[in-house]
């Protein structure tokens, strides 16, 4: 096995952290925290399955251990995100918002094949939630049964920071929550998070301002997918409560009260 000397960090997120590779200007390696060990040879596999599928993913080389630390070696893909794109560019929303549509959509035309099942992680997630009562999970499991299944390629944390746009377009990053689904169910995820996700400290007006850019950017995003493949409101709403209801299970302190409000909110209107 190659020996990696790592170089800058490049990027820190909730279960891993991405640094150079000295001499390679054409890798990272991404390296998992304590407890996220295992996520490091499930997203290597998923990386070859993606790549078969043709989809705009960056290619895992090889898994490593670095200092103690499970990780792989990635293909580098410089560019800003979406997100940052949109925090230089406000003006520019819409357009991404569109973009972020026909990405996902493409990503919906994919089978879904050998990989979790979706509903499986949402029922799992549901039951292990300790902030809703036994009866709000009850009636949260029973909506999760009643909806559809489905066999496409599912992101399961597709928002526009987990978009980044290289020298050849743009490409998805992150891959750890993959699964077979629904699209619905993964359009469901990202109004979420785009909704709702866990926004930095800011002052006043610009949580205002957040709060519009957050709202065009669905708006278009929904606009776009719709245009191009009808999508169920109703049903679409209902996904919303069930996986509000099952990423209670991941206990983010800036989101919890919003997810038990829509949670709830939808339980109750059945």
């Known amino acids: 096995m190659t020996e990696h000397k790592l170089g800058d960090l490049i990027a820190t997120g909730r279960t891993a952290e991405v640094f150079a590779l000295e001499g390679r200007p054409d890798l990272v390696v ?33 898994t490593v251990v670095i200092d103690g630390r499970a990780g792989m070696v990635l293909q580098r893909v410089d560019g800003p995100s979406l997100l940052d794109l949109i925090s230089k560019r406000p003006w520019a929303t819409r357009s991404i918002g569109r973009t972020l549509a026909e990405l996902h959509l493409a990503m919906h035309t994919a089978p879904g ?34 909806l559809p299944d489905g066999d496409r390629l599912c992101h399961g944390d597709f928002h526009p920071g987990n978009i980044l746009v290289g020298d050849k377009g743009p490409v998805t990053i992150d891959w750890t929550n993959v699964s077979c689904g629904p699209p619905l169910a993964d359009l469901a995820k990202t109004t979420l ?21 957050r709202a065009v950017l669905l708006s278009s995003y929904f606009r776009r997918y719709d245009e191009l493949e009808e999508v169920n409101r109703a049903e679409l709403r209902r996904w919303v409560t069930v996986v509000a209801a099952a990423r209670l299970s991941e206990k983010i302190p800036e989101e919890r009260d919003y997810l038990i409000s829509v949670a709830r909110k939808g339980l109750s209107s059945g």
């Open 113 to 146: 094949e050998g990989l979790p099942r979706l509903a499986d992680i949402l029922e799992k997630q549901i039951t292990n939630s300790d902030i809703l009562d036994a009866a709000e999970r009850d009636a949260a499991l029973a909506l999760l049964r009643a």
């Open 30 to 62: 991404k390296l998992f925290f304590p407890g996220f060990e295992s996520n490091a040879a499930k997203e290597f596999g998923i990386s070859q399955l993606l790549s078969r599928l043709g989809i705009a993913a960056p290619t895992a080389s090889e």
């Open 193 to 213: 998070l785009v909704r709702g996700g866990a926004p930095p400290r800011l002052s006043l007006p610009m949580k205002v301002v957040l709060k519009v850019i």
